[in-house]
């Protein structure tokens, strides 16, 4: 067993298709993170990484882009992005293998928020009850459960959620696209794809638009 809320060596109401597709999901996003472009630099007798798909970063560790401000509901953070776009892909291809093993969606409980969450099906009723102190606990049935489905919500909301808007708005009708490129630019390690899908839909240098933090340029952060 590697993957599971609460006692791992309790067989106590397991689904091993459930606990299947979660690690599936896991291993999709693992691998995306693997595969991303890295860039480093030698300063000195030190090396540092400077490039890190869309991202880049100085010496001192600042980045290209800042951190959203609290209470964000969309993102114009590059690590939040490439986070989002990450997790995304890993819940399609995970919603594809459960479609064609045709594991199905259980009823009710911590079961069911693990199998749409897993899938990319969480929905806005959902994150709800996730960040709700009184109805989350009854949907958990245990402590274990309940601070599982607590972490989730919360990743989804910081995360999944911020993206999903910043791609309607953003991308719009073209969202899917829009994901898919910027997939590419992160695996390749080239923003001439993206950059010029931006220009063409929201005018010249929209990715420094977007994303550019003023204390980017003062730190020597270049775009990537």
Known sequence: MITRYGDLADPAGLRPELVALDLLRAYAHDCLHYGTYREYRLWGDEIGRTRYGINSRARDGRTYSSPDPAGSSSTRNLGIVMEGATDREAKAVTRQVAQRAKVSEPSAGPDRYLFRDATGRLEADDLMVLRDPVRRPAAA??????????RMGAYTSDVGARYELFLAEIGRDEAEELHTVILGAMISGSLTRLSDWLDRRHGPKTFATLFKASSAARSGVIRP
């Open 141 to 150: 049935q245990s402590a274990a459960a309940d601070d599982f489905l607590r």
